[in-house]
């Protein structure tokens, strides 16, 4: 965080990046927001939300505040062995499990750290779509498909996915999308979307510099009416509910108990019966 003392000299624009700022209205308004990273135009996506492109020229360690002060980004790292590596990548091809391939033709990357920002949000529950699809890594029998990108998943510093690996979750397959969706508190009218690369996966499959966080877009939009009430239990990256798991537990817990309970009465009422025949 930085304080009063030395906002008066930041750059335009990187005091929106810190929470409880004056660049906050003083009745936040926005409830929502979407990004097509990398991209060059706007969007109007098959979900309907209206994309903001963001072409930015980041280096390896800078930020940027779009126009409306609605969202920002910041990177920080450097592809230390990759000479003129940009932080966005292109591609020309089509991708599968979507309507809006062509939000999927540009990507943003980072060797280490990447953090989209929501600002001035309204206080409320938010739902939160990160699209993802992998494009460096062709699913051919060549070696250049032996790359794998792994990266942690954090929002409002929480960690929600560690070692999350895109082609993972496609079966191997590059050029498919994968969505993840959560539901996200705001409290202090600022989230934080944060993709760190810890070191893990390979880095120099089918070049120098193919690792680190990769992102195709990202959409924030009212979890029920953007309402101050909690959700109750969300929802995991698998789809399945941490309360709904619990529940399955103890119920299939129960069910064990009552056939062990009915199979021993049923023992004891045989042998009962065993001795009564023995007897006469």
Request: aromatic fraction near 12%; glycine fraction near 10%; include cysteine.
């Given at each position: 965080m930085i304080d009063s003392s030395n906002r008066s000299i930041l750059s335009s624009g990187l005091n929106c990046l810190q929470r409880n700022t004056?660049?906050?209205?003083?009745?936040?308004?926005?409830?929502s927001f979407a990004v097509d990273s990398g991209g060059t135009r706007p969007i109007i996506g098959s979900d309907k939300s209206y994309y903001e492109p963001d072409d930015t020229n980041l280096g390896e360690a800078s930020y940027y505040v779009s126009n409306s002060t609605r969202w920002g980004i910041s990177n920080t790292g450097k592809f230390m062995e990759a000479a003129n590596f940009s932080f966005i990548v292109y591609t020309s091809r089509q991708f599968t499990?979507?309507?809006?391939?062509?939000?999927?033709?540009?990507?943003?990357?980072?060797?280490?750290?990447?953090?989209?920002?929501?600002?001035?949000?309204?206080?409320?529950?938010?739902?939160v779509e990160l699209q993802f699809a992998e494009i460096f890594?062709?699913?051919?029998?060549?070696?250049?498909?032996?790359?794998?990108?792994?990266?942690?998943?954090?929002?409002?510093?929480?960690?929600?996915e560690k070692d999350f690996d895109i082609k993972k979750q496609t079966n191997g397959?590059?050029?498919t999308v994968v969505l993840r969706q959560y539901v996200v508190r705001v409290t202090e009218n600022f989230m934080e979307i944060?993709?760190?690369?810890?070191?893990?996966?390979?880095?120099?499959?089918?070049?120098?510099?193919s690792y680190g966080p990769l992102i195709s877009a990202l959409s924030v939009s009212p979890y029920g009416g953007n309402n101050k009430v909690d959700p109750g239990p969300i929802k995991n990256s698998a789809g399945?509910?941490?309360?709904?798991?619990?529940?399955?537990?103890?119920?299939?817990?129960?069910?064990?108990?009552?056939?062990s309970t009915g199979t021993f009465l049923w023992r004891q009422k045989r042998k009962k019966?065993?001795?009564e025949m023995g007897g006469s």
């Amino acid at each position: 965080m930085i304080d009063s003392s030395n906002r008066s000299i930041l750059s335009s624009g990187l005091n929106c990046l810190q929470r409880n700022t004056p660049c906050l209205p003083a009745s936040p308004d926005d409830s929502s927001f979407a990004v097509d990273s990398g991209g060059t135009r706007p969007i109007i996506g098959s979900d309907k939300s209206y994309y903001e492109p963001d072409d930015t020229n980041l280096g390896e360690a800078s930020y940027y505040v779009s126009n409306s002060t609605r969202w920002g980004i910041s990177n920080t790292g450097k592809f230390m062995e990759a000479a003129n590596f940009s932080f966005i990548v292109y591609t020309s091809r089509q991708f599968t499990n979507t309507l809006d391939s062509v939000l999927f033709q540009t990507a943003r990357t980072s060797s280490s750290s990447l953090r989209y920002y929501g600002i001035g949000l309204k206080n409320g529950f938010y739902n939160v779509e990160l699209q993802f699809a992998e494009i460096f890594f062709p699913d051919n029998t060549t070696w250049t498909s032996l790359g794998t990108r792994i990266f942690d998943i954090f929002i409002q510093g929480e960690l929600r996915e560690k070692d999350f690996d895109i082609k993972k979750q496609t079966n191997g397959k590059s050029y498919t999308v994968v969505l993840r969706q959560y539901v996200v508190r705001v409290t202090e009218n600022f989230m934080e979307i944060h993709l760190f690369w810890a070191g893990k996966g390979t880095c120099c499959i089918p070049r120098q510099g193919s690792y680190g966080p990769l992102i195709s877009a990202l959409s924030v939009s009212p979890y029920g009416g953007n309402n101050k009430v909690d959700p109750g239990p969300i929802k995991n990256s698998a789809g399945k509910s941490k309360i709904a798991l619990v529940a399955g537990v103890v119920v299939c817990t129960i069910v064990l108990g009552l056939l062990s309970t009915g199979t021993f009465l049923w023992r004891q009422k045989r042998k009962k019966m065993e001795a009564e025949m023995g007897g006469s």
